[in-house]
């Protein structure tokens, strides 16, 4: 009823949604990233499916039980080519762990039953976002692309002048063309993620 009232659906022990996809072909068929608690391991923790409108739930991609999945995406051309980026974390009373070796880019073509790793990048990937060849990812200080579905990486001058790390909080395509969004503002790639311009002109300042 566009956003007038609401269900819980379930995943309640994940504490931590990191998004939501749902397949363009089949309104039932829903996607969830689940990063999990941030303060213990386990709980609901990784990438979920659901193939019923979220009566029930399958776990898709489990990494471990102090891994999560922080973002998800699929090739619009083909929703059946999925991309995860599982994220390594924890949070103690005196210090952050952020990130780790079981933090990786994944990928299946057959909508979610089987994943293989990305060739590692090295750096803990939190968002991407997938348009048929195209893949982007983007970590606390930069951007990742691919032009060959995610084989091959290249770095990308982070689109903020933020040398501390802002991270990029989402990305959206629209064709070749790229916007990116972090702390410094909004910044649009016309080459799909190779080089950034901002694009800040008439946002309000924070």
Not at 109 to 118: E, M, P, Y
Not at 137 to 150: E, M, N
Request: glycine share 14%.
């Amino acid at each position: 009823d566009g956003g007038k009232s609401w269900k819980n659906l379930g995943l309640k022990k994940s504490e931590h949604i990191g998004k939501i996809v749902v397949d363009p072909r089949d309104g039932k068929v829903v996607y969830v990233a689940a990063e999990g608690p941030l303060w213990g391991p386990g709980g609901d923790r990784g990438l979920y499916k659901t193939t019923d409108g979220g009566k029930t739930w399958k776990a898709a991609l489990t990494i471990s039980e102090n891994t999560g999945v922080a973002d998800v995406d699929f090739d619009p051309s083909d929703p059946d080519i999925l991309y995860a980026t599982a994220y390594q974390r924890r949070r103690h009373v005196f210090t952050m762990i952020d990130g780790g070796p079981e933090s990786a880019i994944y990928k299946s073509t057959d909508a979610g039953v089987t994943w293989t790793q990305r060739p590692a990048l090295n750096v803990d990937i939190e968002r991407l976002a997938a348009n048929g060849s195209n893949v982007l990812a983007g970590d606390l200080f930069g951007a990742y692309y691919s032009t060959d579905f995610g084989e091959s990486w290249a770095f990308s001058d982070p689109p903020g002048n933020c040398p501390y790390g802002c991270g990029i909080f989402t990305y959206t395509f629209r064709g070749s063309s790229v916007f990116a969004g972090d702390e410094v503002g909004m910044f649009l790639s016309t080459n799909s993620g190779a080089t950034w311009v901002p694009i800040n002109e008439g946002f309000p300042q924070c």
